[in-house]
């Protein structure tokens, strides 16, 4: 759990330190294999690759600007559901991509596809949709058009997938 904490305030200061990433553009992460995310198998633990999407998605939270307005108003980002496809292993110290996409289709969910694919983009490892929510400490659900107004990445990401329902 140390390990995992220190990781995530490595996730969130990379994050906050980076330039703003496009809402349309998926972000990518270069990562290795270390040791101590190996199974008895050796290679990638399967918890390992959702927990390496969670820390994609700290990132991504802190990089976008969405940190401040969502500790102002205490929401909560809760994963409701993953679907986790593994096709080939990952070796202990190879080098891997996180490719996340950020998609919005209605207006309670948040959808993300983590894709562990080679460096080259041509060899897929795993694939991890999730589906989130955003929730208020009362409870009540957050919907996505009201998260337009705390950040412009948010608003950018809410009027390209809008664009693209539209138009598909």
Not at 57 to 83: C, D, T, Y
Request: hydrophobic share 40%; charged share 25%.
């Amino acid at each position: 759990m140390i390990l995992f904490t220190l990781r995530m305030l490595h996730a969130m200061a990379r994050g906050a330190l980076t330039t703003q990433s496009s809402a349309r553009a998926a972000v990518r992460h270069r990562n290795r294999l270390w040791p101590m995310d190996v199974d008895i198998f050796m290679h990638m633990n399967n918890a390992q690759y959702v927990r390496v999407a969670e820390l994609a998605r700290w990132e991504i939270f802190s990089n976008s600007g969405f940190m401040r307005p969502a500790l102002q108003n205490k929401w909560m980002f809760l994963v409701a559901e993953q679907n986790v496809r593994y096709m080939r292993p990952i070796a202990p110290f190879q080098t891997y991509v996180l490719r996340t996409q950020f998609r919005q289709e209605d207006d309670k969910w948040l959808f993300y596809r983590h894709t562990f694919e080679n460096e080259r983009g041509d060899r897929e490892f795993c694939v991890v949709d999730v589906k989130a929510v955003v929730k208020e400490p009362s409870g009540r659900t957050v919907r996505p058009s009201e998260l337009g107004g705390a950040c412009s990445w948010t608003r950018e990401h809410l009027e390209s997938s809008d664009n693209a329902r539209k138009n598909g």
